[in-house]
């Protein structure tokens, strides 16, 4: 049928008569943003999806953060506005290789970054996300070997903050692979005033400009609580939406991809639409669901890193 024309009222009305929650992520489209009733980096929104009283989570990210909300959240229904929205890193790390990965190496303690599928998550002992992998590595005894799955600059960088070491699965996120320090630097050169931050998913090559590195809420804490009013963003650029809106009067610009695309837009987060959404609260489907098996599996490492990173 026609899609009504004010999709923000008939969302809002589908919320109520559906006792919904909308959680967005902050690489979302602007207009989801605007209509979500709770915007947040995966650690917060996890933390929202663990909270939440509602009876229907409208998870506006990318799958794997609808199925970490499913994992926490057995009896409620979880939509997700587009089946597709993967997540390229999540990709990198199958759960046969993985398997085979850990055979090989006994006795190793599994800390896996949320970006990952249900079925890697638990094979794991402790998940975490950009805003508390280093805080979780440091509460690990220094004697304790560890496997870090699956970004390798996640990885990297924590080995670097922490002085452990730890086997890294060697996998990566297509949007945060794309900038070019070649680009950044000729910026920053342009604009000697700003000051460039970034998502430690970025390469070692990028992270080396940057001032700060942290989670996408990091990030924007960090621009309203810096002095200076100009920034360089190497992540996604959906997140400049709320560092505009919380700071007006600073500029802020997107770290640029090697080639002239548009590939510094995650192409699976840009998959969801307010159109789509509607449809999905309208429709009650795109579901997301797992067996009980995996979700028990999955819930224990969920909820180790709840506990270690209050
Ligand atoms: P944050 O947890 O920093 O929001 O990161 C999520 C993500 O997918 C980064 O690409
Ligand atoms: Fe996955 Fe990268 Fe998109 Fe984040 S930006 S959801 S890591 S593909």
């Known amino acids: 049928g026609a899609l009504p024309l004010d999709l923000f009222d008939a969302i809002a009305t589908l919320k109520k008569e559906l006792n919904a929650v909308i959680l967005a ?14 915007i947040g980096d995966s650690l917060q929104l996890a933390r929202a999806a663990a909270e939440t009283n509602a009876d229907v989570i409208v998870f506006a990210g990318v799958h794997f953060m609808a199925e970490t909300a499913k994992i926490l959240n057995p009896e409620k229904l979880v939509l997700l506005p587009d089946l597709n929205a993967g997540c390229s890193l999540a990709d990198t790390c199958p759960p046969k290789e993985f398997a ?28 975490c996300t950009s805003s508390n992998a280093v ?35 060697q996998g990566s996120c297509i949007v945060h692979e794309t900038f070019s320090e070649k680009k950044i630097v000729q910026l920053k050169i342009a604009h000697p005033e700003a000051e460039a931050i970034a998502h430690p998913e970025c390469e070692e090559s ?43 009067q600073k500029h802020f610009i997107p770290a640029p991809p090697e080639n002239n695309c548009n590939c510094n837009e ?15 609260m309208k429709n009650r489907t795109p579901e997301i ?22």
């Open 266 to 280: 995650c192409p699976f987060m840009r998959l969801n639409t307010l159109e789509k959404l509607y449809l999905a």
């Open 135 to 169: 805080k979780i590595v440091e509460q690990i005894p220094k004697e304790q070997p560890i496997i870090f799955a699956p970004d390798r600059n996640l990885g990297r960088y924590v080995i670097k903050k922490t002085g452990r070491d730890m086997v890294l699965w």
């Open 289 to 310: 669901t797992m067996s009980e098996e995996i979700r028990l599996a999955a819930l224990r490492p969920m909820q180790r890193m709840l506990e270690m990173s209050l």
């Open 206 to 248: 990028v992270l080396r400009h940057a001032s700060f590195i942290g989670s996408t809420a990091a990030l924007l804490k960090y621009c309203q609580e810096s002095p200076s009013q100009e920034f360089i963003i190497a992540t996604e650029p959906g997140i400049i939406h709320q560092m505009q809106k919380a700071a007006p």
């Open 100 to 127: 085979a990965f850990k055979a090989a190496h006994p006795g190793h303690l599994v800390i896996s970054y949320v970006n990952c599928s249900a079925e890697i998550k638990a094979m794991s002992d402790i998940i």
């Open 25 to 38: 992520h902050y690489y979302q489209e602007a207009d989801i943003q605007d209509i979500a009733d709770f």
